[in-house]
Nanobody, 125 residues
Framework: QVQLVESGGGLVQAGGSLRVSCAVS????????MGWFRQAPGKEREFVAA????????AYADSVKGRFIISRDKAKNTVYLQMNSLKPEDTAVYYC??????????????????WGQGTQVTVSS
């Protein structure tokens, strides 16, 4: 089992920055993919970014590419999502996800079995 706990959400003005964190505990995740997804009211959950815990390779949704940065700190067992140049359309609940999944599936939400409880990010205009 893997436990994921997100933190760091909040309210920020458009153009501002925010960093959300995902603390990982339980079994080792060296071979896992770690993903960030978000869900806005009335919309489906969508992929934001992912990172391979071991190799550190990353992937981003086109909507956040160049603005968001995903990273992981192995010593702290934590995954981060640094969000810059935030827009009102970034407003959503942000979820951390983890699982041992093959390449090419990190952008698919149902590939992941382990999820955090989510943290709210609100961007005001």
């Amino acid at each position: 089992q893997v436990q994921l706990v997100e933190s760091g959400g909040g309210l920020v003005q458009a153009g501002g920055s925010l960093r959300v964190s995902c603390a990982v505990s339980g079994r080792t995740v060296n071979s896992y993919a770690m993903g960030w997804f978000r869900q806005a009211p009335g919309k489906e959950r969508e992929f934001v970014a992912a990172i391979r815990w071991g190799a550190g390779t990353t992937a981003y949704a086109d909507s956040v590419k160049g603005r968001f940065i995903i990273s992981r700190d192995k010593a702290k067992n934590t995954v981060y999502l640094q969000m810059n140049s935030l827009k009102p359309e970034d407003t959503a609940v942000y979820y951390c996800a983890a699982d041992f999944i093959p390449p090419g599936t990190t952008m698919i939400s149902w590939s992941y079995d382990y999820w955090g409880q989510g943290t709210q990010v609100t961007v005001s205009s």
